[in-house]
C-alpha cells in the first residue's frame, strides 16, 4: 500500500488465494468487491423486478462471517459461478416464501441467470456490512471488464482472512509485507493484517482511504458522562456537609450512648449507596422512555436487555457512585466531637470551605469547557455547511447507468437536456464524494525519481465539468469539436501544484505509454471531507462502455417532483423492467459530516445537563448559605442595608468561584478544541467570540440561580429571622 496515501483496507483481489496457499496459518480467505462500490442492482423473478443491494465475495466467506444460513451449505453456496446468496427478506419479496426456493432462478439485472443456493438472515441494522445478497467474486472476475480486480498492480477489492486461533499477528504480518511486490513488482505498497472487531471504532475507511475512527467520539462522551456523575457527586457531597448541622445532635447523642466512628461512617455510606441504587433504577426507567430519542439522534438501533453483564455493571456503578459520593460527608460527620455538638460550638473549618469552594470551582469549570466546546463544533459545523466544495452541490441527481442504457449515456445526457426543469447532464464513473481512483501512473518533465504523486481519476462525459458547476482557471473544457479530447486532460490546481508545472496548458505528460496533453486546469474542489487537503487530481472523458458510469444531472430547483417524473419516463423508455431509484449529490457530500452532527447535538444534551446540576448543587448551597446566615441578614436590614445589597453579599462569593472556573476553563477548553479542529484541513479560528458568549452565559445562569434564593433570603421580615434565633 502506496506511503504515499497512507492506510488503505483496499488491495489486489489475488491476495486472498496467495495468503492461504502460502500461510498455514490462514484457515479461510476470501476477496470482496463490497456494496458500496455499487448503488443497487436489479434482480427479477417472473413480472418482480425488486432494486438491492448486493456485493461479489470469496468462496470462504460465509466461513469466514457467521451471519446466520437459514438454508444451503455456508461452505460450499459460492462454489457455482452463477450461483447467489440471497437474504431471506429478498425472498419473500422475489418468491413470496423462504422455503423451497434452492435452486430457483433469479434474472441479474435483465441480462443473467443465477440459482439460489443459500438463504441468510437479513443482517441486523448494526452490522458495518449491509447487502441482500452475494454473487461469486470468480464470476465478477470472469467478466472481461473486470478482470483487473484479479491483477496485482491494480487495487480495490477488500481481503478477509480467518487465523488459527493464538496467532501472533505481528509475526504473520511480517511474513505477508512483500506479498504484493513479489506479485506485482510495485514497491511502494505493503501488505499487512489488523483484527476486524477494531475496524469500526478505530479504523474506518471511506472509499479505500483511513480516516478517524469512532473510538475517540465513544471516549470523549464517555469521559463526558463521568464529569456529569462526578459533579451529581460532588453536589451531594457539598449540600451533605453543608446540611451537617441538621444531623449533629443525631451523631452527638449516638456517640453518647456508645456509637463508635466506624458504625457511623458505615450509616452514611449505606444512606448514600442506598440512594445511589433507587437513583439508578429510577435512572434506568429514564434511559428507556428517552431511548427510542436516542437512537433517533445518533441514527442506531439500540435495544436495553438487561443481561448479566449489564446488571452488574449497573449495580457496579451504583455502588461505586454511593461510596464516592458519601465519602467525604460520611467522614466529615462522623468525626464531630459530641461535647462541642451537644454545646452548639461546633464551627466549619478552614479546610473543609476550601473543599467545599474547590468542588464547586471544579463543576463549573467543566460546565464552562462543555459551554465552549458546544459552541466551537456549532461553528465548524456552520462552517462546514457554508463552504463550498468547489463544485455546485445542489439539485444535482445522480443515478447507475445499467442495462439498455449503458454505451448510450452521450444520447440518454443529450435528450434529458431537452426536459424543462434540466439544467445540463452528463456521466461519470466517479462518486464525486469520496476517493474512488487513484493512479500514480503520470510522468512529466521534472518529475521526481523517488516520490510518487498519486492522482484521484474523474473520468466523465461532455458537460461533466459544466453540469458540477465546476470553475475554470485556465484553459478549456472538453468538447465535441475537438477529436483530439480523447487523448486530453484537465488538472486541478492541486495537481498542478505537486507537479511543480508553470504554465501547464498545452504541455504534455505520459501515461504509461501514451501522450497525453493538458488543455485545462479547473479550481481545486473537494471530493473528500474537509478533513483532508485536496489532492492531485485529472478529469479524463469517459471512453467505452463501464457497469460504473452514473448519470449526473443538474435540475432546476423549483417543480423537481415533475422534472424527475419526466426524467423517470425517460429513463423507462431506454430501460424497461429497471426501477428508477436516484439519490441527491447534496446527501452523499452531508452523509461525510453525520458524526460531527451527532457530536453537535450530543455536546448540546450533554453540556445542558450538566450545567443543570451544576446550578441545582448552586442552589441548595446558597440556600443553606442563606439559611445560615439569617440573623446576619435580619441585622444588616434592621441597620439600614437594602435587599440590592443583600442580594450582591449573597451572590459575590459564588460569582467569584464561578471567575476561578472560568479562568481554569479556558484555557483548558482552547486546548482541547484546538485539538479536535486540527482533525479538520479546513477549520474555524478560535477568536475571542466564543470565549465571551460563554462567560456571559455562565455568568447570567449563575446570577439567575443565585438571586432567586439571594432575594428570598433579603426580603425576609429581619424581625421574624432575629426571633427565629
Known sequence: MGE??????????????????????????????????????????????????????????????????????????????????????????????????????????????????????????????????????????????????????????????????????????????????????????????????????????????????????????????????????????????????????????????????????????????????????????????????????????????????????LIGVALFTGLVSGSYPALYLSKFNPLAILKGKLKSSIPELIARKGLVVFQFTISVTLIVAVLVVYQQIQFIQATTPGYNKENVIRFDSEGRLQGKEDVFASDLKNIPGVVNASFTQHNIVGRNYATSGFTWDGNPADKDVYFEGFFGGYNFVETMGMQMVAGRSFSKSFAADANNIILNEAAVKAMHLKDPVGKTIKGGTNLIQIIGVVKDFHFESLHEAVKPAFIALAQGTSPWYKMIIRIKGDHQKETIAQIQHLYETYNPGFPFTYSFLDEAYQKQYETEVRVSMLSEYFSVLAILISCLGLFGLVAFTAQKRQKEIGIRKVVGASVNSITFMLTKDFLTLVGIAVFIAFPLSWYLMNQWLNSFAYRISLGPVVFLIAIASVILITVLTVSFQAIKAAVVNPVKSLRSE
Open 4 to 313: 504515499a496515501i497512507g492506510l488503505s483496507d483496499e488491495s489486489s483481489g489475488l491476495v486472498s488465494e496467495v495468503l492461504k496457499v502460502q500461510n498455514p496459518e490462514v484457515i479461510y480467505a476470501a476477496p470482496v468487491a463490497p456494496a458500496e462500490w455499487f448503488q443497487k442492482f436489479t434482480l427479477s423473478s417472473g413480472e418482480k423486478n425488486i432494486k438491492a443491494v448486493g456485493e461479489y465475495v470469496g468462496k470462504d466467506y460465509f466461513n469466514i462471517f457467521s451471519f446466520k444460513m437459514l438454508h444451503g451449505d455456508r461452505g460450499k453456496v459460492l462454489d457455482v459461478k452463477n450461483s447467489i446468496v440471497i437474504s431471506d427478506e429478498l425472498a419473500n419479496k422475489l418468491f413470496g416464501t423462504t422455503e423451497n426456493i434452492i435452486g430457483k432462478d433469479i434474472k441479474f439485472q435483465h441480462d443473467t441467470d443465477f440459482f439460489v443456493s443459500g438463504v441468510f438472515e437479513k443482517l441486523p441494522s448494526h452490522s458495518s456490512q449491509q447487502f441482500d445478497f452475494v454473487l461469486s467474486f470468480e464470476y465478477l472476475a470472469s467478466l472481461p471488464a473486470q478482470s483487473w480486480v484479479k491483477t496485482w498492480n491494480n487495487s480495490g477489492p477488500h481481503n478477509y482472512v480467518l487465523l488459527k486461533d493464538g496467532t501472533d499477528i505481528n509475526a504473520f504480518n511480517k511474513k505477508i509485507v512483500n506479498v504484493v511486490t513479489k506479485g506485482g513488482g510495485d514497491t511502494t505498497r505493503k501488505l499487512f493484517a489488523m483484527n476486524f472487531s477494531g475496524i469500526y471504532l478505530h479504523d474506518t475507511f471511506v472509499h479505500g482511504s483511513r480516516v478517524s475512527g469512532r473510538d475517540e467520539y465513544v471516549n470523549l462522551f464517555s469521559l463526558v458522562a463521568i464529569f456529569i456523575l462526578v459533579i451529581a457527586c460532588i453536589n451531594f457531597m457539598n449540600l451533605s456537609t453543608a446540611k451537617a448541622s441538621g444531623r449533629m445532635k443525631e451523631v452527638g447523642i449516638k456517640k453518647v450512648v456508645g456509637a463508635g466512628r466506624s458504625q457511623l461512617i458505615f450509616q452514611f455510606l449505606s444512606e448514600s449507596m442506598l440512594m445511589a441504587v433507587f437513583t439508578t433504577l429510577f435512572a434506568v426507567g429514564i434511559a428507556w422512555l428517552l431511548l427510542p430519542q436516542f437512537n433517533y439522534l445518533t441514527g442506531k438501533d439500540i435495544h436495553m436487555h438487561f443481561d448479566v453483564s449489564l446488571t452488574l455493571t
